[in-house]
């Protein structure tokens, strides 16, 4: 009998997992990751995983299956915490959920379950793993997108390789939300009308500007508005001497001075503060509503422009450095000068949009057919072939 760990993360989705799969037949251990107990960051006054981690042990007893609580907090702190302060501080936007499931869910709980004698883990993660069986009679692991497309979470598993997949089964990937509900409530699971969980991966609830303002200090500076006609923002296309120099020309972000627009306002922080945002930034009398355009930590300004069809925040093409490029295939990787027609997003939830990779010396670019809203240092970038994601990168 095969053996699998399921992360139960006191949810209705692993709940269902952990239920389907000793309906499958395998042996189901249930583990609870606490990830977090830094009393010098205050995440909220409620203590959510007390609770999820409650629910999960009803949950497992009610299942017949063992059950135990493992503390990743060191590892969480280390590799998601700090990694995300220190990205903050540079001024890019890091996505924690991505990395949780790299370094923590699919790296550090994976050899915990490996280490317990496992097959495999399992989450209640909306993707699916589909298997390729090559010539050679090795397999290829295909990360396919949850047959549920308001539910589909593969974005979030974009950073995960052929080892990991190997190990790794995904129960609901094949349903649909109300499906599942309706599966935990026929087998009287305390979870069936959880609601779902919202805030950082594993941590609960957080308001990120009050949880970074636990690290990066406040930092007065000015709020700039730039009008849409700025010369910025109108440059005039050169001939361009090959294909890589116009994707260089597009990748381009434009660079601001405080003298290219007004100022409208004072914030706390530069490095609080995102492309694409509205909220938190408390300045009233324009006709329509500022946004961020681009923050510059350095001089700590930041830069906005009114109304959500504002030219400096579209871009058609960005670009990702070798270092932080990812084949989730490795074997439909390009080489230098091959190009691939794709369908891309930049972040979770939003639609496919199309787009051509184009691999050069230094990295990839990702070219956008329809310019893209609020292109985010530090964010993930993730494209698919069908409903297949093939590789993703950090946008730079």
């Known amino acids: 009998m095969k053996k699998v760990v399921v992360g139960l993360s006191g949810g209705v989705d692993s709940s269902v997992a952990a239920y389907l799969l000793k309906e499958q037949g395998y042996e189901v251990i249930g583990l609870f990751m606490k990830n977090w107990h830094d009393d010098s960051v205050t995440i909220s006054e409620e203590c959510p995983w007390l609770e999820d981690s409650n629910d999960a042990l009803i949950v497992a007893e009610k299942l017949g299956i063992p059950f135990q609580t493992v503390d990743l907090s060191a590892e969480y702190k280390e590799r998601i915490v700090?990694?995300?302060?220190?990205?903050?501080?540079?001024g890019r936007t890091p996505n924690p959920d991505v990395l949780c499931n790299r370094e923590i869910k699919f790296d550090v709980f994976?050899?915990?379950a490996l280490q317990l004698g496992a097959d495999y883990v399992a989450t209640g993660h909306y993707c699916r793993?589909?298997?390729v069986k090559n010539e050679d009679g090795s397999e290829t692991y295909q990360l396919l997108a949850g047959a549920d497309a308001n539910k589909d979470q593969s974005y979030f598993l974009c950073q995960l390789s052929q080892e990991q997949l190997a190990k790794t089964l995904f129960p609901i990937g094949e349903l649909q939300k109300p499906e599942v509900r309706q599966i935990a409530s026929e087998n009287e699971l305390i979870t069936a009308d959880k609601k779902d969980s919202q805030g950082l991966c594993f941590i609960g609830k957080v308001r990120l500007p009050d949880f970074l303002q636990q690290k990066l200090k406040p930092k007065k500076g000015v709020i700039v508005e730039v009008p849409s006609d700025t010369p910025q923002l109108q440059k005039e296309i050169p001939s361009f001497r090959n294909k890589e120099n116009e994707l260089a020309f597009y990748a381009e972000k434009p660079s601001y001075d405080i003298a290219d627009g007004k100022i409208v306002?004072?914030?706390q922080g530069a490095h609080y503060f995102t492309k694409g945002q509205r909220k938190g930034l408390d300045v009233g009398g324009t006709k329509e509503p500022l946004f961020v355009i681009e923050t510059d930590v350095e001089e700590n300004v930041i830069y906005t422009g009114q109304g959500k069809s504002h030219p400096g925040l579209y871009r058609r093409t960005l670009f990702v450095q070798n270092d932080e490029l990812h084949w989730v295939r490795p074997d439909l990787a390009l080489k230098v000068d091959e190009t691939m027609e794709v369908r891309a997003r930049i972040r979770y939830?939003?639609?496919?949009?199309?787009a051509t990779l184009y691999k050069v010396d230094a990295g990839l670019y990702v070219d956008f057919k329809n310019k893209q809203s609020a292109i985010t240092e530090g964010q993930f970038v993730a494209w698919y072939v069908g409903d297949e994601l093939i590789g993703s990168g950090v946008i730079s």
């Open 82 to 90: 700090d990694y995300m302060f220190n990205e903050y501080e540079r």
């Open 110 to 112: 994976l050899n915990l």
């Open 129 to 131: 793993k589909g298997v």
């Open 265 to 267: 306002g004072e914030h």
């Open 349 to 354: 939830r939003q639609p496919l949009e199309s």
